[in-house]
């Protein structure tokens, strides 16, 4: 009696990500290469010499704190969510949206501090780089407030819920990612004066 062997080969499951949550992730790997980029060219151009040497403003404590509370409150909205509170996903939202633009206000508000201190954008080097990246992060928080408005108006209308997360779930991850980026930032920066 002869015994057949057979090898059946099952089908490989392809990887599978939202399309739009594929984007985001491109996104931010492309917002990391561009903060790289800006922090080597720091260091670089800091080794060149003629380099002023300032405190960075007081308000750039008072607006990490701000952020990393956001960073709070927009994971609160996303569990809220999860467990399908809409009025806490909603309270938290609009939480991490007012923290948002606190931050906005209160990066305005440091670079009034370094005018006092005589830090310009057109100068010295320095201070140039100090306005230009916490400028360009700030551009990043205003789309991130904008993305927290969608999905704000999205759970007044019952479109973020346990079975449909994927909206806030791409504003937790990008807002996340935000508040990282701006504690390595401003480490970074507290750290190469």
């Known amino acids: 009696m002869a015994t057949e062997l057979r090898i059946v080969e099952e089908a490989n499951k392809p990887l599978a ?3 739009k949550k594929f984007a985001l992730w491109l996104f931010i790997a492309s917002v990391v ?12 151009r800091q080794s060149d010499g003629n380099w002023m040497m300032f405190d960075l403003p007081n308000l750039f404590w008072i607006t990490s704190a701000i952020i990393v509370l956001s960073s709070g409150t927009m994971h609160w909205a996303y569990v809220s969510a999860k467990k399908d509170d809409l009025e806490g996903t909603k309270i938290a939202i609009g939480i991490t949206l007012v923290l948002g633009l606190a931050f906005l ?9 370094l005018v006092k201190r005589n830090v310009y954008f057109v100068g010295n080097p320095s201070g140039s780089f100090v306005y ?6 700030g551009m990043h928080i205003v789309g991130g407030v904008v993305f927290l408005l969608i999905v704000l108006v999205a759970a007044f209308r019952y479109k973020v819920h346990a079975k449909s997360l994927s909206q806030i779930e791409m504003c937790a991850t990008y807002w996340h990612f935000l508040d990282v980026l701006w504690l390595y930032l401003f480490v970074f920066l507290l750290l190469n004066r």
């Not at 206000?105 to 501090?113: D, I, K, L, P």
């Open 17 to 19: 990500m939202h399309p």
């Open 33 to 44: 290469m561009i903060f790289a980029s800006l922090t080597s060219a720091y260091i670089v």
């Open 105 to 113: 206000v209160g990066q305005f508000m440091a670079w009034g501090e």
């Open 132 to 137: 230009v990246i916490s400028g360009l992060h």
